[in-house]
């Protein structure tokens, strides 16, 4: 269950980078990932908090802008693999199984690009237009990763 929690939320990291570092820093904030004690314990703190939601708020809203990169050019690519693979360590070391969580929420990072892209490009054609798609994926992302970070408590 822990692996696929790990994946869920490299997923998120997929489809926006800066949500699931900030979904993983509120669940520590508020205890419902048990991480005090290790070498995540920075993200319970109130400035990971802060830092994070910032980052996924200003993301949020440049994904709205017309010039927004393609999340498949290596660069933005990369960084989401990166980030699936933190919040996945993050959430395996609630059970002391941080290697596994990494490369199970790296995966899901790759999943979650690739797919949601696909997903956005459907969504947008269907609507005629970005930004209802964008607000879609928006709503999956933020809901989803907070449901996936409660879920692990």
Known sequence: MLYILALLIGVIAGLRAMTAPAAVAWGSYLGWLPVTGTWASFMGHWIAVGIFTILAIVELVADQ???????????????????????????????????????????????????????????????????????????VAIIGGLLIVAAVA
């Open 65 to 139: 802008l017309p010039s927004t990169p393609s999340r498949k050019v290596p660069p933005q690519f990369g960084t989401r693999i990166v980030v699936g693979a933190f919040c996945g360590a993050v959430i395996g070391e609630t059970a002391g199984a941080t290697i596994g969580g990494l490369v199970a929420g790296a995966i899901g990072a790759v999943i979650g690009t690739l797919g949601g892209a696909e997903a956005r490009g459907r969504l947008a054609a269907a609507f005629g237009k970005d930004q209802p798609a964008a607000f879609i994926e928006d709503a």
